[in-house]
Antibody
Framework: QLQLQESGPGLVKPSETLSLTCTVS??????????WGWIRQPPGKGLEYIGS???????YYNPSLESRVTISLDASENQFSLRLTSVTAADTAVYYC???????????WGQGTLVIVSS | EIVLTQSPPTLSLSPGERATLSCRAS??????LAWYQQKPGQAPRLLIY???DRATGIPARFSGSGSGTDFTLTISSLEPEDFAVYYC?????????FGQGTRLEIK
């Protein structure tokens, strides 16, 4: 059974960098059938797509965040990571990692992790 | 970016009733439209992909329809566990976007 688990600091100071890792179990992150992505949800609001990475390393970022986002992949650890620089209170959200099948949609999600941006 | 507008924002129905949720796109998304269900404190769950294909394990009471810019999620007979927030999502145009959600609440 595929499982995704987000991990990282729950509190980040304004102007600093948010860093999260998603650990995948039950499947290889090097599987060429999938993208691995990040989606966030501010408290009480809707979902925002952040970006994805393909097993070969190709990345796809939401233009609204592209200047601040980096998604990377560590096949040896079966993990992928999110870095978001220069955070503000507007980046406070539950951050989800998820798997997207090629030619389809996000079929497996992590439980989500709340990141609060505050001094 | 394609904007997805969901209606109504809130839908109040009773168990056993039929629910019809709408999603309208600002331009055609072809057949690349999905629906998710989200319960409080949980991650979204994929219900429908490619307009009308049910994801693995999704009950037959959930169905999707539509084309181009207008799409519908129908729940034929509401079960107590169906009361949740529903989001549509498109992957036709970059970036992937989500609707703002419809809250399905018990009347």
């Amino acid at each position: 059974q595929l499982q995704l688990q987000e991990s990282g600091p729950g509190l980040v100071k304004p102007s600093e960098t948010l860093s999260l890792t998603c650990t995948v179990s039950g499947d290889s992150i090097s599987n060429s059938n999938y993208y691995w992505g990040w989606i966030r949800q501010p408290p009480g609001k809707g979902l925002e797509y952040i970006g994805s990475i393909f097993y070969a390393g190709s990345t796809y970022y939401n233009p609204s965040l592209e200047s601040r986002v980096t998604i990377s992949l560590d096949a040896s650890e079966n993990q992928f990571s999110l870095r978001l620089t220069s955070v503000t209170a507007a980046d406070t959200a539950v951050y989800y990692c998820a798997r997207r099948l090629l030619g389809s949609d996000f079929d497996y999600w992590g439980q989500g992790t709340l990141v609060i941006v505050s001094s | 970016e394609i904007v997805l507008t969901q209606s109504p924002p809130t839908l109040s129905l009773s168990p056993g009733e039929r629910a019809t949720l709408s999603c309208r796109a600002s331009q055609s998304v072809s057949s690349y439209l999905a629906w998710y269900q989200q319960k409080p404190g949980q991650a979204p769950r994929l219900l429908i992909y490619d307009v009308s294909d049910r994801a693995t394990g999704i009950p037959a009471r959930f169905s999707g329809s539509g084309s181009g810019t207008d799409f519908t999620l129908t729940i034929s007979s509401l079960e107590p566990e169906d009361f949740a927030v529903y989001y549509c999502q498109q992957r036709s145009n970059w970036p992937i976007t989500f609707g703002q959600g419809t809250r399905l609440e018990i009347k």
